[in-house]
């Protein structure tokens, strides 16, 4: 098994940065890809960002592209996420995920970030 603890929320200005953090403990040998996902009220939980086992290959969603770069630093099992020129529209529970060699998937507790003046 495999926990994941987010941090980093908050409350942020439209066009300010804000990084978030998501620490893997338990069995992160088998820890493959990473990826970040954001719920936001009312509406489904969505793709955010996807970054491979190197760190070598990362992926974005269209509406976070050029705005948001995901990370990871293996030796520590954490994956990051740095947002900048955020939108009240980013304003979302943000959650990470890791899926395991053997396909299996796990999920944070999710990170509030808002996103207002």
């Known amino acids: 098994q495999v926990q994941l603890v987010e941090s980093g929320g908050g409350l942020v200005p439209p066009g300010g940065s804000l990084g978030l953090s998501c620490a893997a403990s338990?069995?992160?040998?088998?820890?493959?890809?990473m990826r970040w996902y954001r719920q936001a009220p009312g509406k489904q939980r969505e793709f955010v960002a996807t970054?491979?086992?190197?760190?070598?290959?990362?992926n974005y969603a269209n509406s976070v592209q050029g705005r948001f770069t995901i990370s990871r630093d293996n030796a520590k099992n954490t994956v990051y996420l740095q947002m900048s020129s955020l939108k009240p529209e980013d304003t979302a529970v943000y959650y990470c995920?890791?899926?395991?060699?053997?396909?299996?998937?796990?999920w944070g507790q999710g990170t509030q970030v808002t996103v207002s003046s």
């Open positions: 995920s890791v899926l395991l060699g053997n396909g299996r998937q796990y």
């Open positions: 970054i491979s086992t190197s760190g070598g290959s990362t």
């Open positions: 338990g069995s992160t040998f088998s820890i493959d890809v």
